[in-house]
Nanobody, 123 residues
Framework: VQLQASGGGLVQPGGSLRLSCASS????????IGWFRQAPGKEREFVAA????????YYADSVKGRFTISRDNAKNTVYLQMNSLNPEDTAVYYCAARTYYSGTYYRPDYHYWGQGTLVTVSS
């Protein structure tokens, strides 16, 4: 297993969660790591991405200002801090890694995928 996602759970609207994506491989082998999510009956959609070398970050418009992606080089881990959660954020969240840039971070054509962690936002 190269990527292990964790941190999902049940949270009330307006609450926060932090997801983690731990890599068993040296992240320097990756060009970028991203988070995607898939709600029931919907296609998988881009949430955020971070270039491992340089730390540039990219966000979907729907989460900009609420979610923050970051990395911890020493722990080979990428985090997704999610604040001001609403029921529309309910989904299975996946982390993924790509080994080279294909022109965009937003397509789910990443090369490695974690197993997903469920986030449920409900009162």
């Amino acid at each position: 297993v190269q990527l292990q996602a964790s941190g999902g759970g049940l949270v009330q609207p307006g609450g926060s969660l932090r997801l983690s994506c731990a890599s068993s491989r040296n992240p320097l082998d990756y060009y970028a790591i991203g988070w995607f999510r898939q709600a029931p009956g919907k296609e998988r959609e881009f949430v955020a991405a971070i270039r491992w070398n340089g730390g540039n970050t990219y966000y979907a418009d729907s989460v900009k200002g609420r979610f923050t992606i970051s990395r911890d080089n020493a722990k080979n881990t990428v985090y997704l801090q999610m604040n001001s959660l609403n029921p529309e954020d309910t989904a299975v969240y996946y982390c993924a890694a790509r080994t080279y840039y294909s022109g965009t971070y937003y397509r789910p054509d990443y090369h490695y995928w974690g197993q997903g962690t469920l986030v449920t936002v409900s009162s």
